[in-house]
């Protein structure tokens, strides 16, 4: 207890030698080129993290960061950046300067908006935005052409753009927690998707989703639905009304729940990447 009430007081002391009481010299870039700051309640990122012009991975989760330096931007070569969990109210622009970057993290954190200067992440495939304060769905993502998992659950989301179906590359959408009111139309016309995630949301009826042909997995629990979206074979639900055999017992509010939790494992190491699949467990685990 002690120990944390220090880390928090030297914390929130900017300056070079607190933050060298905090995470301790970084003189060495790391052999896996991979450098984890998570948790240690940073209120600014050590300069000497920008100098490491080789590091793949960098990890600042669970801080008090607000802004980045415009040295970050000099890090030319990373793939992975991880900023969840923070206090950022916009996206620092040295994020957008980052080549290489195909993996971003910026769930909870105080995000409403995102700039135009994103689309020059032309190399991003993951980005998490989840428990943010989008009101609306940020455009800017329809321009990330390599995009192939997006993570936007728990904001107030209430409709996305038809330009969405722009994005080919795209293959699993997380929408749970928002404030649909109808199943996005645009999804209708995205037969690539292999994953659609829209549980926790207020959608009354669902269209026939058996044309996308894509589509392995949908999510629809928790919605105040008077149907069960109708699917190819083969397509696994999750929701009142699925599938099951006749030996399989009702959910507690009366649904029909086909996937153990097994057979959502199997199917999301398949579909999904590695933090997909957490998110995927965590969703089914308390309703299995």
């Not at 793949?56 to 980045?68: E, R």
């Not at 993951?126 to 993570?151: A, G, M, Q, Y």
């Not at 959408?173 to 016309?189: D, K, S």
Request: aromatic share 6%.
């Amino acid at each position: 207890m002690m120990g944390n009430v220090m880390h928090g007081a030297v914390a929130f002391i900017p300056s070079e030698r607190c933050q060298r009481f905090l995470v301790g010299d970084l003189k060495e870039m790391p052999l896996d080129r991979t450098l984890d700051l998570s948790n240690f309640q940073l209120r600014r990122l050590p300069m000497a993290a920008c100098l490491f012009n080789e590091l793949v991975k960098l990890y600042l989760s669970g801080n008090n960061l607000n802004t980045l330096p415009a040295d970050l931007q000099d890090l030319r070569k990373l793939q992975l950046l991880a900023l969840d969990f923070n206090n950022f109210e916009e996206l620092p622009a040295a994020v957008c300067q980052l080549p290489q970057l195909n993996i971003l993290y910026l769930g909870n954190n105080k995000l409403w908006s995102l700039p135009r200067e994103l689309r020059e992440l032309k190399e991003l495939n993951t980005l998490w935005l989840e428990t943010n304060r989008f009101i609306e769905f940020p455009n800017v993502v329809c321009d990330l052409s390599n995009l192939k998992t997006l993570h936007l659950g728990y904001n107030q989301i209430s409709k996305l753009p038809m330009e969405l179906s722009g994005l080919k590359e795209l293959r699993s959408i997380w929408l749970a927690g928002n404030q649909l009111f109808e199943f996005p139309p645009v999804l209708l016309a995205m037969h690539f998707l292999t994953v659609i995630d829209v549980d926790s949301n207020n959608i009354c009826r669902f269209p026939g989703l058996s044309h996308l042909q894509g589509l392995k997995l949908v999510i629809y629990d928790h919605n105040p639905c008077v149907n069960a979206p109708v699917v190819g074979e083969g397509v696994r639900r999750v929701g009142r009304w699925a599938d099951s055999s006749d030996d399989e017992e009702d959910g507690e509010d009366g649904s029909k729940v086909c996937e153990t939790l097994t057979e959502v494992k199997e199917l999301a190491t398949e579909l999904a990447s590695e933090g997909e699949l957490d998110t995927l467990l965590e969703k089914v685990r308390g309703r299995i």
